[in-house]
Nanobody, 122 residues
């Protein structure tokens, strides 16, 4: 019953902002590292950002560094991606993924939600 539900996407002008959310269920969220990925039309899915289980460490792809911020609220089982200074090249479907290094959840990284579409255009 692992479920990942992305939301918050939409149409935004260049320079605008969106806050993306990923609501998770079916696994111990507070023990899982979380990541955001995106897939642009005609492109392979690429990693965007990651955050550790407690939120103490974050990492970002060079293309979004300084503009995007990943965060989490373990009480709400939700991970966020604040996207600022959006560019047309940020247009993509954004997905979240969980990773928990417990044997009983070894397949957790295989789960993807339907994603949320971010379109950056004038």
């Amino acid at each position: 019953q692992v479920q990942l539900v992305e939301s918050g996407g939409g149409l935004v002008q260049p320079g605008g902002s969106l806050r993306l959310s990923c609501a998770a269920s079916g696994f111990p969220f507070s023990n899982a590292a979380m990541s955001w990925y995106r897939q642009a039309p005609g492109k392979e899915r690429e990693w965007v950002a990651s955050i550790t289980d407690g939120g103490g460490w974050t990492n970002y792809a060079d293309s979004v560094k300084g503009r995007f911020t990943i965060s989490r609220d373990n009480a709400k089982n939700t991970v966020y991606l604040q996207t600022n200074s959006l560019k047309p090249e940020d247009t993509a479907v954004y997905y979240c993924r969980a990773n928990l290094r417990w044997a009983s959840y070894s397949d957790l990284t295989n789960y993807w939600g339907k994603g949320t579409l971010v379109t950056v255009s004038s």
